[in-house]
């Protein structure tokens, strides 16, 4: 059982049990720092293990980095955790791209697209299926793009069925404006349209369906899907994630129907 921090906390308390106590909320830099401090290095894989280094909010300094790096923990659990300095991440692109997750860079830092691109390229554990449900739920069209465009030139994707990255991906788009050109590019095809009693097939949740009930009433009426995805979060302000959520099911279980992607 264990002691959930949810308020001021005595530090020297939880660093001598911490295996007792789980952080709810996030925690500051400054706050993980005294934390580490109160440690023996022995100890700083607990950090991991406890999913503290999730929690930390900021970007650790370089030296409290190489501080925890002379324990068991790893450069792959920090970047898989915490933001780190814009020089760090350069050096791990750099010398050590070979030594972390590369989805785990894509979905944890903050990338310049000049790196985005050498780490899709030439970095490891990279997957179809969970890179296009990772910029699917990122909704990153501009990734996604470069992806689809260059997918014979990427070593780790190359041989794989693009179908296999498409699938996650147009689900986790389905409350994405797209031109047409882009649907083409990055599904092989233009999403349909739909109306308001479509969704109210496909939505298992009934606040799913009042929600377009709000706008749309039940009608036949077909919109296309940018004009269902505007007039949807339009009328939802009140709620836009779960407006977002109603399109992305929509768009899960229309294309489960439809059979979009089932050549993998």
Request: hydrophobic share 35%; aromatic share 12%.
């Amino acid at each position: 059982m264990y002691i959930e921090i949810t308020h001021d906390y005595n530090v020297e308390e939880v660093a001598n049990d911490i295996r007792s106590f789980y952080f709810r909320d996030d925690i500051t830099v400054q706050e993980f720092t005294k934390l580490v401090e109160a440690l023996e290095p022995e100890r700083y894989l607990e950090l991991h293990y406890r999913d503290v280094l999730s929690k930390v909010k900021g970007v650790l300094p370089d030296d409290l980095v190489n501080l925890l790096l002379t324990s068991r923990l790893t450069i792959g659990n920090i970047i898989s955790s915490c933001k780190i300095s814009d020089t760090m991440l350069q050096d791990i692109i750099d010398n050590r791209l070979h030594d972390v997750d590369g989805e785990a860079l894509i979905s944890n830092q903050d990338l310049t697209f000049e790196q985005f691109e050498t780490v899709i390229k030439n970095g490891y554990e990279i997957y179809t299926e969970s890179l296009g449900s990772m910029l699917g739920d990122q909704r990153n069209v501009e990734y996604a793009l470069y992806v689809v465009n260059n997918w014979n030139s990427i070593p780790s994707l190359q041989n794989e069925h693009i179908d296999e990255f498409r699938y996650p991906l147009f689900n986790g788009f389905g409350s994405v404006l797209l031109s047409d050109e882009d649907c083409r590019t990055l599904f092989g095809f233009v999403r349909p349209s739909f109306s308001s009693e479509d969704l109210r097939d496909h939505e298992p949740c009934s606040e799913g369906w009042k929600r377009a009930y709000k706008w749309a009433g039940r009608s036949d009426t077909k919109y296309t899907w940018n004009e269902f995805i505007a007039r949807h979060i339009l009328a939802n302000q009140d709620n836009v994630e779960g407006a977002k959520s109603d399109l992305e099911w929509l768009a899960e279980t229309h294309s489960d129907e439809e059979n979009y992607f089932d050549n993998w």
